[in-house]
């Protein structure tokens, strides 16, 4: 076949490959070889230059010819816009083996050899004693945290079961209901005072993450730290909202 009235330096052509289901659409000089085509194409489609059959598509999808000549140019084909680039890979691989990344082997590296290595994040940390590599700091907070969980225990022994309170948290307009619950928890460390509002201001029933720890409805329960409960003759007030 004789190549007529292609001037333009470049093609835009799709590259299909044996080896995916997926197209590219890539641009290429038509002053490429066949050989360094190939090369190119290893990179796109996975399979080895060496291994490469090449097939020319129209851009009807009809067969024109192949690509065979290592020192022939691509312009020297009927290659143009929209045309195809069907990559054959005869290296044994089989179709769709480089899409799937759960068969590549991955490299692990364990505990023992992170540990000694100088270039990780680890061992930039340990060098400069940050974060919990910092003795001294994790003490103090450790410290800290001790103090301040003796603190609450002993706020929280004032607040009994019971009770009726008014709570006062930050951002919040004051809320009073009745003490239902004092204690550690397991959704977070410290003491909690659990409160059934007087009407449906909290935010469960008495329960979180599947753990029930007092018994009300729904949105009438809260957890709150004992600093922000107070104790004391609080009548129920009517908010109103069962008017809403």
Known sequence: MEVTGLTAPTVTVFVSSSLSNFRSEKRYSRSLTIAELKCKLELLV???????????????NKFYCKLEQEDALLGSYPVDDGCRIHVIDHSGAHLGEYEDVSRV???QLS???????QDTVRSFLKRSKLGRYNEEERAQQEAEAAQQLIEEKALASTIPVGSRCEVRASKQSPRRGTV???GLTDFKPGYWIGVRYDEPLGKNDGSVNG???????????????????????????????DEM
């Open 105 to 107: 082997e991955k490299y």
């Open 180 to 182: 239902m619950y004092v």
């Open 111 to 117: 505990q023992e050899a992170y540990d000694q290595r």
């Open 46 to 60: 996975g399979s080895p230059a060496s291994c490469m059959e090449l097939e020319l598509y129209g851009a009807d």
């Open 211 to 241: 753990k029930r720890y007092f018994e009300c409805q729904a949105k009438y329960g809260a957890f709150v730290k004992p600093s922000v409960v107070t104790v004391g003759d609080f009548p129920e007030e009517d908010y109103g909202l």
